[in-house]
């Protein structure tokens, strides 16, 4: 079964450094998302990108997020300056065209720790 | 805006007892719901989906979720628990018709299956 892959698997960065997660969506997708998870809260929408451009960001993706799509197939997420709240799980995933673009698929995730 | 309650932050229960998980969304226009499980240390996994059609949707490993439009619900089911199941389970639902197909998730469930 085809799968979003997600590397690193756990990170460690200090404060105010530049962190890149990188993700490998299913193969032939065409949205892509990146979400975030919180130690103990809710999993919480960042971005979704589509067409080589982002269709939706939420309040917490400021300037010092951004995302790209380099190559036509990898999917990136930078953290320009990371700060201690920045400290999480990543969850890139992908959706299909048409009637599929409504069931998304995860990652196994990115554990970012900021110290 | 559109927003998910999954009210019982840790449910027990014993070896194949069967098992609810409750989820209700508020949400001004028509919705897809999904329910996702996190098994320990593991990314999210799609469990099943309403999108259209039939209310009650089977997923796998057993789990079933029925749609109740009028008390706005999609609570899981499952007839005989086992401790494999034992993860949290996250309710999510995202705009029908909507241009990003964004997942806004439920607190989540921790289903601890004792033996």
């Known amino acids: 079964e085809p799968e979003v892959t997600q590397t690193p698997s756990h990170q460690v960065t200090q404060m105010g450094q530049e962190v890149i997660l990188r993700c490998v969506p299913i193969?032939?997708?065409?949205?892509f998302y990146w979400y975030r998870q919180i130690l103990g809260q809710k999993v919480e929408f960042l971005v979704s990108?589509?067409?080589?451009?982002?269709?939706?960001k939420s309040e917490i993706f400021d300037d010092q997020f951004s995302v790209e799509r380099p190559d036509g197939s990898n999917f990136t997420l930078k953290i320009r300056s990371t700060k201690l709240e920045d400290s999480a799980m990543y969850f890139c995933?992908?959706?299909?065209?048409?009637?599929?673009?409504?069931?998304?698929?995860f990652g196994e995730g990115s554990w970012l720790t900021v110290v | 805006a559109q927003s998910v309650t999954q009210l019982d932050s840790q449910v027990p229960v014993f070896e194949e007892a069967p098992v609810e998980l409750r989820c209700n969304y508020s949400s001004s226009v028509s919705v897809y719901l999904f329910w996702y499980v996190q098994y320990p240390n593991q990314g999210l996994q799609l469990l099943l989906k309403?999108?259209?059609?039939?209310?009650l949707v089977k997923g796998i490993n057993g789990f079933e979720a029925e749609f109740n439009k009028s008390q706005t619900s999609f609570h899981l089911r499952k007839p005989s628990v086992h401790i494999s199941d034992t993860a949290e389970y996250f309710c999510?639902?995202?705009?029908?018709?909507?241009?990003?197909?964004?997942?806004?998730f439920g607190t989540g469930t921790l289903l601890a299956v004792q033996p």
């Open positions: 193969s032939n997708h065409l949205y």
């Open positions: 995933a992908s959706s299909g065209g048409g009637p599929s673009r409504n069931t998304i698929y």
């Open positions: 990108f589509y067409n080589n451009e982002i269709s939706e």
């Open positions: 309403y999108l259209s059609g039939s209310t």
């Open positions: 999510a639902v995202s705009d029908y018709g909507g241009a990003t197909n964004k997942l806004i």
